[in-house]
């Protein structure tokens, strides 16, 4: 194939954006990874959750922001609106999706292991929650994030932060504490 | 329940349920699939069309040029063998001036040269054909002898236009 003026001309840029999808990939795919399993109910939903975040990003490269915080951000919140989005077909199914986390629970409280019951336990509490009020126990409770910096990542004020966490903890508790033996 | 009392209890059980803490990140394989994925999704950039505003304004002065050439003044040269038309002449006809007495008439009007033609300027002279003596006394013969004016034009077109005026006529 020839290689005409107009494809050399093209080049830097499709070279530059490729470069900086890379390096966004090899940068936040494991953190994401962690993020997405953690907001999902299996491994799977969660590798579509960080590609399909990875592939908002290669079709519309302008919108990420640059520098690493902003577009941390930014890949954060389009996995969490992609879980949200997610979320919402589920609804529709709500009776279907319903009985299954019955079935789950079921299942679950007669696990031999205490550690898989345990695992079983709490994603089958956590998805119980919205996907945002999921993402804000996940970023403060399980990774550690400050209420400031959980605000920033999901673009929400801080105080709309702790009301959610507050609302989760209570939720949680509810579900979670009530059947711990040792509570 | 009250759950500000407890939150240190509930993250602990979070942790000790989290997926996360049992299984292990992507997998080489994994890793490699997703990012080859996520990179050959970039898309071509679109091709810059720097060429089309030329391409628009040639169009657009040779439509200009193809109209004026459609719609302007044609000057076609004569076929051979076509006879040429000679253009429209007008001819310039001095207005005729009021006729002077009879009597002047008779002296002023010089008799017409000899060998000059009559289409000349395309125009024929006045011309007299009768000069009679004046008598006092027959005023009704003199009425009826005077001298009539003729004029004569020629058109390009062939047509020839003759006047004849009375000698009274103004």
Do not use: Y
């Not at chain 1, 709500?94 to 009985?99: D, E, G, M, N």
């Not at chain 2, 996520?38 to 030329?54: G, K, S, Y």
Request: aromatic fraction near 2%; charged fraction near 25%; hydrophobic fraction near 40%.
């Amino acid at each position: 194939m020839p290689i005409t003026t107009r494809a050399i001309l093209d080049r830097p840029q499709t070279q530059t954006a490729t470069d900086r999808l890379a390096r966004l990939f090899d940068a936040h795919q494991e953190r994401l990874f962690r993020l997405a399993r953690r907001l999902s109910s299996d491994r799977e939903e969660a590798r579509d959750l960080v590609q399909e975040t990875f592939l908002r990003a290669a079709r519309q490269p302008g919108k990420v922001p640059e520098g690493d915080q902003p577009e941390e951000a930014w890949l954060v919140r389009t996995l969490v609106n992609l879980c949200r989005d997610r979320f919402r077909r589920l609804v529709v199914r709500s009776l279907a999706a319903t009985q299954i986390r019955r079935e789950e629970r079921e299942t679950v409280s007669h696990h031999p292991e205490e550690a898989a019951v345990a695992r079983a336990t709490v994603t089958a509490a956590l998805a119980r929650l919205s996907p945002r009020r999921r993402a804000v126990v996940v970023l403060h409770e399980l990774e550690g994030v400050a209420v400031r910096e959980v605000a920033r990542l999901l673009g929400v004020a801080e105080v709309t932060v702790r009301w959610h966490l507050l609302a989760a903890r209570r939720d949680l508790a509810s579900l979670l504490l009530k059947e711990d033996p040792t509570s | 329940m009250n759950t500000d009392s407890n939150p240190d209890r509930l993250r602990e059980v979070l942790k000790l349920g989290d997926p996360v803490a049992q299984e292990p990140g992507l997998t080489a394989d994994e890793f490699h699939a997703m990012r080859r994925a996520v990179l050959t999704a970039i898309p071509e950039p679109r091709r810059q069309v720097a060429w089309l505003p030329l391409v628009a304004t040639g169009s657009a002065v040779l439509l200009a040029l193809a109209l004026v050439v459609a719609l302007g003044p044609r000057h076609r040269p004569p076929a051979p063998g076509t006879p040429v038309q000679p253009p429209v002449q007008v001819a310039a006809v001095p207005t005729p001036r009021a006729a002077p007495p009879v009597a002047q008439m008779a002296t002023a009007v010089p008799a017409p040269e000899p060998g000059k033609s009559s289409t000349h300027g395309h125009r024929r002279p006045a011309r007299e054909r009768k000069i009679l003596p004046i008598h006092q006394d027959d005023a009704p013969l003199l009425t009826a002898s005077l001298p009539v004016r003729e004029i004569q034009f020629s058109t390009p077109g062939g047509t020839r236009v003759i006047w004849e005026l009375a000698g009274n006529a103004r």
